[in-house]
């Protein structure tokens, strides 16, 4: 009788530990799933802008660091970002959804160091930085950067 008690006992401990990893497992690949998913629409997100900051005629004075207002093949358009858990749109269009954080850095050619210098925007404005954030699987904050020359 002690030795079939102690067997389930042993059988017990070792099905609780198996189990402890499947869990540990599922949740690996959830997080590996959906920060894959977030992943992939923040590089459309990036390309899309690249593709539309790289052809920038000319950028409005009232930018600022979550407002972009640039003209470009004739047109005007905004990109802008309001607050946290807000889209991030383009003329009013979203681009993606429930953003963290997002800013626009400006950066300065320095011809004679050939280095970018950081500042906000003037007509001097050689590179434009984007940064937004999202909230991945568990709240784990995923943040994706792209420069831009212009």
């Given amino acids: 009788m002690i030795e079939l008690i102690t067997a389930l006992v042993i059988v017990s401990i070792i099905s609780v530990m198996a189990g402890m990893g499947l869990v540990q497992i599922a949740n690996a690949y959830l997080l590996a799933k959906k920060s894959t998913v977030s ?4 590089q459309i997100v990036l390309t899309r802008l690249s593709k539309e900051l790289a052809a920038i005629e000319t950028i409005s004075s009232s930018s600022t660091a979550t407002t972009l ?6 047109a005007s358009h905004t990109l802008a970002w309001t607050a946290v858990d807000q889209p991030l749109t383009l003329d009013g269009d979203t681009l993606i959804d429930k953003v963290q954080a997002f800013s626009l850095n400006y950066y300065i050619y320095n011809y004679t160091n050939q280095t970018f210098t950081s500042g906000s925007y003037s007509s001097a404005t050689a590179m434009i930085e984007l940064t937004f954030q999202l909230k991945g699987y568990s709240d784990i904050p995923l943040t994706f950067v792209k420069r831009v020359v212009i």
């Fill in 39 to 42: 992943a992939q629409q923040a």
């Fill in 69 to 74: 207002i640039y003209s470009r093949a004739g």
